[in-house]
């Protein structure tokens, strides 16, 4: 599944999707001092109507107004998904969510090569997602090369793993987030004790840990915490949810 994510971003760069013209302002919200001050469970809630786990999760609809229903219910920051492979994903929606929303947003993408942070700093992003598994397997000498680069544009980055080993690695890095995939991207299984496994014997520093995917209840914040990740990354189960506001809303009060 990795190798055909890559291979689908690089199909998306071959046909213009990430070429933007009007460049965007992004949030005058720091996400990592918004979540180190806030009391709460901090979750970045994900805008994505398809997966390749799922297939699709939602009915397209207005992008907007599912972006307004999560930040009414306490989401800290929007994550919004520009692969339109697989994930129905849209720089357009970007686009429409940023000119709507002060709110810090991430521009989840699979990220392969430059161009894309060039456009993540077009569309008015704060954030992008490097995932440590790509580049260890096609140029894992580049990963530090990326970070500097998308930090010259002023973005901060999260770099995600899922195994140890890659954790390990992306704990050397400058990235400035560090997520953990509950997810494995090759078998697209999901297990939250992915984090407690990959965080037991792991001493903590100041950068922020986020947990990803697989999170429906508050219980599993308060597990996922425990386990010491500071923030959240929800997307599928607020998706699929009849009411956004009330299940962000009841996530961010489990703590």
Do not use: W
Not at 171 to 190: M, P, Q, S, V, Y
């Amino acid at each position: 599944m990795l190798e055909k994510l890559a291979e689908n971003s690089q199909k998306a760069i071959g046909e213009g999707v990430y070429e933007i013209e009007n460049k965007l302002t992004k949030s005058d919200k720091n996400i990592i001092n918004e979540i180190k001050k806030n009391p709460h469970a901090s979750l970045i809630t994900e805008i994505k109507f398809s997966s390749p786990s799922l297939g699709s999760i939602r009915q397209i609809s207005d992008p907007i107004a599912i972006a307004n229903s999560m930040i009414e219910g306490g989401a800290m920051g929007l994550s919004v998904l520009t692969q339109p492979y697989l994930f129905n994903g849209s720089t357009k929606y970007f686009a429409e969510i940023r000119r709507q929303t002060k709110a810090p947003m991430l521009m989840k993408d699979i990220v392969i090569n430059k161009v894309q942070i060039d456009a993540a700093e077009k569309l008015g992003a704060d954030i992008i997602l490097l995932i440590q598994s790509i580049f260890d397997r096609k140029f894992a000498k580049e990963i530090d090369e990326f970070i500097d680069y998308a930090h010259k544009k002023n973005l901060l980055v999260l770099i995600e793993s899922h195994t140890k080993k890659e954790f390990d690695d992306a704990i050397k890095t400058h990235a400035d987030l560090l997520g953990i995939n509950n997810r494995n991207l090759d078998t697209l299984e999901i297990d939250l004790k992915t984090t407690q496994m990959i965080l037991k014997d792991y001493e903590k520093e100041d950068r922020l840990l986020l947990s990803e995917s697989g999170i429906e209840t508050p219980e599993d914040i308060r597990f996922l915490r425990q386990c010491g990740a500071d923030a959240f990354l929800v997307g599928s189960s607020i998706m699929k949810s009849k009411d956004i506001k009330g299940l962000v809303s009841s996530l961010v009060s489990a703590i």
